[in-house]
């Protein structure tokens, strides 16, 4: 069965601080990785998957299949960053999307 | 809107009613996921349908039920509604259904069961 564990239910961080949002996973193949964000009354939406290897709004991810993890990193936060974040993950065998708790990022002035 | 929709916003009802939540895929997009939020679950997957077709299954209940109609668009049923449905239900789509597709959520139906 496929598992992600995001750790922190809440993190808040003050503006133009590095972020680190965690995120590991369980799953003995090669998963697919992403990160879906909610803003404030805003749908969720796709912020980055490992697939693409991109940075979008500063923001990267790594994974590091020896640890099992998938983490979100920003070098320096900014208050439009303050959002929910998860962590999901999808396998071409299980064929579906298994999000993590999630995470509330809130970033401070 | 050519973005994901769902209807209605909002949902009250009482237990042992059903109730029918419906989605519309973005333009273009063949699949259509099902998704249930919950305060103690998460988010978590019910169903996927491929151009009408069932695809793949999660935690449905029994007494869920969806379709994917020729139009693309899908429906949820739920019916012998329990106060613990009480949920948020959220509809996504994608092109192809593909397990590394960016999915495109619906703003969500918002289900209270009295």
């Known amino acids: 069965a496929q598992r992600v564990t995001q750790p922190e239910k809440l993190l808040s961080v003050f503006k133009g601080a590095p972020v680190e949002l965690k995120c590991n996973y369980s799953?003995?193949?090669?998963?697919?990785l992403f990160w879906y964000v909610q803003y404030s009354r805003q749908r969720l939406q796709l912020l980055l998957r490992h697939i693409s290897r991109e940075s979008i709004k500063g923001f990267t991810a790594d994974l590091n299949k020896g640890e099992t993890s998938f983490h979100l990193k920003k070098p320096f936060a900014q208050e439009e960053d303050s959002a929910m974040y998860y962590c999901?993950?999808?396998?071409?065998?299980?064929?579906?999307?298994?999000f993590g708790s999630g995470t509330q990022l809130t970033v401070l002035p | 809107d050519s973005g994901v929709t769902q209807t209605p916003k909002h949902l009250i009802t009482a237990t042992g009613q059903r109730v029918t939540l419906r989605c519309s895929p973005r333009?273009?997009?063949?699949?259509v996921y099902w998704y249930q939020q919950s305060l103690d679950q998460g988010l978590q997957f019910l169903i996927q349908y491929y151009n009408g077709e069932e695809r793949a299954k999660g935690n449905i209940l029994e007494r869920f039920s969806a379709q994917q109609f020729p139009d693309l668009h899908s429906e949820l049923n739920l019916s012998s509604l329990e106060l613990g449905d009480s949920a948020l239900y959220f509809c996504?789509?994608?092109?192809?259904?593909?397990?590394?597709?960016?999915?495109?959520f619906g703003p969500g139906t918002r289900l209270t069961v009295l």
């Open positions: 996504a789509s994608s092109e192809a259904g593909y397990y590394a597709d960016e999915q495109f």
């Open positions: 333009s273009g997009d063949l699949s």
């Open positions: 799953y003995s193949g090669s998963p697919e």
């Open positions: 999901a993950l999808n396998s071409g065998s299980a064929r579906q999307l298994t």
